[in-house]
């Protein structure tokens, strides 16, 4: 299996994150990231059940470390953009379709699950390369964290390493940066860089991108910014220097 982490972001209750450990376990899961968690007691352990080794093993660790070390990030949500014109829960998938989207790669991902009480923010959202939601009735839309986790553990498990590596986060970022000097290059207008560079992020954050494919795409970007400067010149591939978008 790939090494997927459940990340829990600063979860409200014990009680959910013992029955988290339980599920987990149910499933063959074993990685679970705890962000600012409440005071865990024997309720906790209770409702872990036979999963106790799951909870006692349970990362701690900061949002910003699980961004920091993961090569693919998936935000679940039940809040979604309502068009296409909002790109920040735009696209979804489901379980299932994340499953085909995954099974592929061999790579650390997190599966970010939200605060019981409004789940995950915006910007959480927006630093996550995928977002996932479960389908459930529009009468009462909402589940508990602990069963999200298990629908996402069930249409999970099994799931075999996959035979490549992804490009990893430091690679990607560095990609959208890229991308983001670029469109300050070309004069893209300001209002709209935030979402273009958003709406980037989420089309090559499903296409698991390689370390060759993202390093390509920066090349291709060096080309164009490089002609950009210099209109009818033969390319230098030594010069490197970063474009501004000024005329010679």
Not at 79 to 94: I, T
Not at 141 to 147: A, D, K, T
Not at 157 to 173: F, I, S, V, W
Request: negative net charge; proline residues 4%.
């Amino acid at each position: 299996m790939p090494e997927i982490d459940i990340v829990l972001v600063e979860p409200l209750y014990e009680g959910n994150i013992g029955f988290a450990a339980r599920v987990m376990k149910n499933f063959g899961f074993h990685n679970m990231v705890l962000v600012n968690p409440p005071k865990l007691t024997m309720e906790c352990t209770a409702r872990s059940s036979h999963a106790k080794d799951v909870l006692e093993n349970a990362e701690r660790i900061t949002l910003e470390e699980v961004f920091a070390r993961s090569d693919l990030c998936i935000a679940t949500t039940g809040g979604l953009s309502k068009s296409v014109s909002n790109p920040m829960r735009m696209p979804y998938y489901s379980v299932a379709e994340l499953r085909e989207m995954i099974k592929g790669i061999d790579g650390r991902i997190a599966i970010l699950f939200g605060r019981e009480n409004w789940g995950l923010n915006n910007e959480e959202i927006a630093r996550c390369d995928i977002v996932c939601t479960i389908p459930t009735s529009d009468e009462y839309p909402i589940l508990n964290i602990s069963h999200a986790i298990g629908i996402v553990c069930y249409e999970l498990a099994h799931l075999q390493r996959g035979e490549y590596l992804l490009a990893n986060k430091t690679e990607m970022d560095a990609l959208y940066a890229h991308i983001e000097r670029f469109l300050e290059g070309i004069r893209h207008p300001v209002e709209k860089r935030e979402t273009t560079v958003l709406l980037a992020k989420r089309v090559l954050g499903r296409t698991k991108l390689t370390v060759r494919e993202a390093s390509t795409l920066h090349g291709i970007l060096r080309r164009t910014e490089w002609h950009l400067k210099h209109p009818g010149q033969a390319y230098d591939a030594e010069d490197r220097e970063y474009w501004s978008g000024d005329e010679e």
